[in-house]
């Protein structure tokens, strides 16, 4: 099986789904001939022709609003936008129209849509190219709210998340587009939607992330396996809706849980998995469940951004902290 | 209309506009130019004159429902009827409706019933699931968020080479958006299949035309996003048929996108939920009533013996019974059990909210 990198499975994804199913389009800015900022895109133009390939203007509300219409119609739109700084003004068309669609019309139209987007820092971009405002979309009802961690999550959960007949958010850790390699065979099958990943079994600390995160994640987990703690590692992978049963599942065999999110602390989804384990698990707690997250600031540029996204150290300590709670 | 002749400051003018005005009935009802075709079939017109009636009436009734507390908010759309109504009787049943809050006559004409409207304006999602066209949209809520779908499901005609347009409906309020524009700057890109009809009624709220744009006419919006922008009286709706006929036939010849400004008044509160004595004048209104779309048509049916004093009383009759049938439909439809409202949040409701929805049925907490 050929080594890819996370970017290159989606671009395998697209291309299949592409493949596969002639109602599938790919429209955003710069997705054509120059195959997307990412370089997502590339090659699909020259091998779908440039109908459903399609370089829109430079419009973001144009190109979320443009997915609901063609997705209202039955069609497959896949919305490229170029930075999740710049997603905000798709907000409108996912809270008002995509995400209720079905349920306003009561079934008689649907939206089918996907929106894809990079998502978090760490590659020392200008301003705004660096958010990771993904509890503001989770928050959405009717929305599925999508993030892969490795090639091989990125390849199914995007074929997942195109065939899905309700519209997802697929956001892409930036940060291990190209860092991230792993094997994928371009089989054309799907991972499930709606389910965490165990990627790691461990009996004493639950170790909840998503995206990006999860290599700082799992190198505190290769940290504390030498210290003699067994962390469990989950990769939650859709925020909207998530799998409360592995999360309580986990929790009730370690008792000790520590969620680790680059976005901001406050409000974050951190908040909402702290709060399920409190309502439904309290009693299989040995420590307070913990969260390390970033900061409550705006993202910093370059020069400082290291300093708002969880470390390996930040992630240990707490996970040690909760292991010696008693 | 582009030109190359050297202006008086000695530069060159590489662009010339123009914006072009459509009438046909003046307000009394005489005719100020050949009418089109379509006018000589007395049946054509007088569906149309029905139509707007049935929309007054059913307009009166609904008002009658909310002050009584049987309805919700309610846009009336008095002194506009011609509009939507107009606009909708060009359409084809394949076409696509993307119609704004205020747009009833259209959706009527298009086989909504009655009812269902009622159920939306009376909080229920099932009056957005309605008879009619299976692919027409909802009412939009969020003014002008409509336009960037109408680009989108036209985009989706052209590239399965269908001969379908999309029709969309927005107020002069919504003009002022970037949706809007948005969504007709790539309808022109893209040679799209697609009429965007701004039902200019003066008035967004309490907001007048002219501190909402600084521009002589919405109709040259559509020059920015390359293709044509047409005013019509808004009023006459065998101007307002005429030229959505003429726009959905370019539309449907792969000859590109139109743009119609309504120009019309809204004679009634913005919502029943408004007094829009409150930021105009009631002689204002007054003298706008001189214009109003059908006893404008009514005078020219007259004038022709196309319509008689019985088949009005007959017609009164009608609308009365059909409204009445539909309020009592309403009135008696039960509502939904509660936990339906997750019925149809997904394609399958995950299990996270079953047990929300569990609870709601009263069985068992989430
Ligand atoms: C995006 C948005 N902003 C504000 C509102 C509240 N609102 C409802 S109708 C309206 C005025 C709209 O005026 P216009 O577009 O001219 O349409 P009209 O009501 O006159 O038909 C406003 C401000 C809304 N529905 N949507």
Redesign the pocket.
């Known amino acids: 099986m050929p080594e890819v990198t996370l970017v290159e499975a989606v671009n395998l994804a697209l291309a299949r789904a592409m493949e596969d199913d002639p109602d599938v389009v790919v429209l955003g800015e710069d997705v054509g001939i120059n195959g997307g900022v990412f370089r997502a895109t590339v090659g699909l133009q020259t091998r779908f022709g440039p109908e459903r390939v399609l370089d829109t203007p430079l419009a973001e509300l144009l190109i979320s609003g443009l997915c609901v219409g063609m997705a209202a119609q039955g069609m497959k739109p896949v919305g490229e936008i170029q930075f999740m700084g710049f997603l905000y003004p798709c907000i409108d068309q996912l809270v008002n129209h995509a995400s209720r669609f079905r349920n306003r019309t009561q079934g008689r139209l649907t939206c089918p849509m996907v929106l894809r987007t990079p998502h978090g820092a760490g590659i020392r971009a200008p301003e705004h190219h660096s958010e990771s405002t993904e509890a503001m979309l989770a928050h959405i009802p009717g929305l599925r709210v999508v993030i892969p961690s490795s090639p091989e999550r990125a390849y199914g959960l995007l074929l997942a998340a195109i065939r899905d007949p309700d519209p997802v958010v697929f956001l892409e850790p930036t940060r291990i587009y190209r860092a991230a390699k792993g094997e994928v065979e371009d089989n054309g099958e799907a991972l499930p939607l709606d389910v965490a990943f165990v990627l790691r079994e461990g009996r004493d600390v639950t170790l909840i992330s998503w995206g990006a995160m999860l290599k700082e994640t799992m190198a505190a987990a290769d940290t504390l396996a030498a210290d003699g703690i067994a962390a469990e590692v989950i990769d939650l992978a859709t925020l909207k809706p998530y799998d409360e049963i592995t999360v309580l599942g986990s929790i009730a065999k370690t008792g000790r849980c520590v969620i680790v999110h680059e976005a901001t602390r406050t409000g974050g989804f951190g908040a909402e998995i702290a709060a399920l384990i409190a309502e439904r698990a309290l009693t299989s707690l040995l420590a307070p469940v913990a969260r390390v997250t970033g900061y409550d600031t705006v993202i910093p540029m370059a020069r400082l951004e290291q300093h708002m996204m969880p470390s390996v150290d930040r992630i240990v300590t707490a996970a040690r902290k909760a292991c010696q709670f008693s | 209309m582009a030109s190359k002749k050297l202006s008086g400051g000695g530069l060159p003018v590489i662009a010339r506009f123009e914006v072009r005005h459509r009438n046909y009935l003046a307000p009394d009802g005489s005719i100020n130019r050949p009418l089109p075709a379509f006018a000589s079939d007395t049946n054509l017109l007088t569906a149309l004159y029905r139509a707007m009636l049935l929309l007054r009436n059913f307009d009166r009734k609904a008002v009658a429902l909310q002050r009584t507390g049987r309805l919700g908010t309610y846009a009336v759309s008095l002194g506009q009827e011609a509009v939507s109504v107009g606009v909708a009787s060009a359409m084809r049943e394949e076409d696509v409706l993307l119609p704004?809050y205020?747009d009833n006559g259209a959706l009527i004409w298009r086989g909504v019933k009655l009812e269902e409207i009622l159920l939306f304006w009376g909080g229920d999602e099932r009056g957005n699931c309605f008879s009619g066209p299976v692919e027409d949209f909802p009412f939009c809520?969020?003014?002008?968020s409509q336009a960037p779908h109408a680009a989108g499901v036209a985009y989706a005609f052209k590239l399965r080479k269908q001969p379908r347009v999309a029709v969309c409906m927005?107020?002069?309020?919504?003009t002022s958006k970037g949706d809007v524009y948005e969504a007709m700057n790539f309808a022109g890109v893209h040679k799209l299949p697609v009429v965007f009809v701004a039902?200019n009624?003066q008035?967004?709220?309490s907001v007048p035309l002219r501190l909402q744009t600084g521009c002589e006419t919405l109709a040259q919006k559509a020059v920015a996003a390359g293709f044509i922008g047409e005013q019509v009286d808004g009023s006459d709706v065998v101007a307002m048929r005429a030229a959505a006929e003429d726009a959905i036939a370019a539309a449907r010849e792969g000859r590109g996108p139109r743009f119609i400004e309504a120009v019309t008044y809204?004679l009634g509160d913005?919502t029943t939920s408004d007094d829009a004595l409150r930021y105009r004048s009631a002689d204002e209104v007054q003298a706008r009533w001189k214009e109003e779309p059908i006893a404008r048509l009514r005078n020219y049916l007259v004038s022709q013996k196309m319509w008689s004093k019985a088949e009005e009383e007959q017609l009164a009759a009608e609308c009365h019974e059909r409204v009445e049938a539909a309020v009592e439909c309403y009135l008696a439809t039960e509502p939904r059990r509660p936990e339906t409202m997750f019925d149809h949040l997904y394609a399958e409701l995950p299990e996270t909210y079953a047990a929300q929805r569990r609870q709601l049925a009263g069985e068992g907490d989430a």
């Open positions: 704004s205020r809520v969020p003014v002008g927005f107020g002069d309020g919504a039902t009624n008035w967004a709220i809204r913005h």
